[in-house]
């Protein structure tokens, strides 16, 4: 069974930085895309960032400061995040897409506050 786990959540202040990760279990074939989404409560969710065979892609809201990469076994992606903001705090969650299927991780909360 194919699963999706993400680290790297939790509290930091205003300026600081938080690295995520998510690591596969199971095995996935032909995988596209990895990335990242977040989502608060009451709003959809969004993307923060993708990598895929274009290259990567963020949201305008992140670029400069969030960066997302793959060990060389694609079997782990990480954001990293920097210069984290209020505005940033959100539930996040990784993605994995084949060509047939996409995998969401459970979600990992990381709140941005004073």
């Known amino acids: 069974q194919v699963q999706l786990v993400e680290s790297g959540g939790g509290l930091v202040q205003p300026g600081g930085s938080l690295r995520l990760s998510c690591a596969t279990s199971g095995s996935i074939f032909g995988i596209t895309a990895m990335g990242w989404f977040r989502q608060v409560t009451g709003n959809q969710r969004e993307l923060v960032a993708i990598?895929?065979?274009?290259?990567?892609n963020y949201a305008d809201s992140v670029k400069g400061r969030f960066t997302i990469s793959t060990d060389n076994g694609k079997n782990t992606v990480f954001l990293q995040m920097n210069s984290l903001k209020p505005e940033d705090t959100a539930v996040y969650y990784c993605?994995?897409?084949?060509?047939?299927?996409?995998?969401w991780g459970q979600g990992t909360q990381v709140t941005v506050s004073s």
């Open positions: 990598l895929d065979s274009s290259g990567t």
């Open positions: 993605y994995v897409l084949t060509q047939t299927t996409p995998f």
